[in-house]
């Protein structure tokens, strides 16, 4: 167990609304990350941190923001949620193992957008 | 972005059988890690290879990092019930902060 948690666990809003998931880590881990997971395109990374205020883009970026005001949270914003980001957003903290890197992930959050 | 190739992308098995599944790449790794995931949960991770050719165990899961790091191996002996679940591969490099993630194999164990 990472001591990582997301809120809410599960959401629906409706198209054009703002929507902010939260991610909650315990152990001060330098690294965060925002994955999405669909039917067919497995996870797939939104934005990450390396540290608070530092951000950079994934592969799936548009329409999301991030912020990182202290180490044990990273937000997820969607500006103006539509229905092609209703899917599954799991966070992930990166550990050092015992020869390399490993990341562990949060329950995730649902989210459908009406 | 890339995506890492698993096979099978689905097994169907009965309890007890043994289960072999593989990942292969079109570029090196230095890391390959092995995750589960079930219904309505997070991945977990399994087990973490760092070395080419270096063989780890997790009890009845055995997982391989192969020798042209390009591909990875799991095996997951006399399975049972609770093994039921999508299992992904993905694989990082030195410096590099992203994962790159398999298409998941998916394991369904017939009674």
């Known amino acids: 167990d990472a001591g990582i948690t997301q809120s809410p666990r599960h959401k629906v809003t409706e198209t054009g609304t703002p929507v902010t998931l939260r991610c909650h880590q315990t152990?001060?881990?330098?690294?965060m990350y925002w994955y999405r997971q669909d039917p067919g395109h497995g996870l797939r990374l939104i934005h990450y941190s390396y540290g608070v205020k530092d951000t950079d883009k994934g592969e799936v970026s548009d329409g999301y923001s991030v912020s990182r005001s202290k180490t044990e949270d990273f937000l997820l914003t969607l500006e103006s949620a539509t229905s092609s980001q209703t899917s599954v957003y799991f966070c992930?903290?990166?550990?050092?193992?015992?020869?390399?890197?490993?990341?562990?992930f949060g329950p995730g959050t649902r989210l459908t957008v009406t | 972005g890339q995506q890492l190739n698993q096979s099978p992308q689905s097994m169907f098995i009965q309890e007890g059988e043994d289960v072999s599944m593989n990942c292969t790449s079109s570029s090196i790794f230095n890391t390959w890690l092995w995750y589960k995931q079930e219904p309505g949960e997070g991945p977990v991770l399994l087990i973490a290879?760092?070395?080419?050719?270096e063989l780890t165990s997790n009890g009845r899961l055995t997982a391989q990092f192969g020798i042209t790091r390009k591909d990875s191996f799991l095996n997951i002996s006399a399975s049972i019930p609770s093994d039921v679940g999508i299992y992904f591969c993905a694989g990082s490099n030195f410096g590099n902060e992203k994962l790159t993630f398999g298409t998941g194999t998916r394991l369904t164990i017939i009674p």
């Open positions: 290879l760092y070395k080419a050719g």
């Open positions: 152990e001060n881990h330098r690294y």
């Open positions: 992930a903290i990166r550990e050092e193992g015992l020869a390399g890197y490993e990341q562990y």
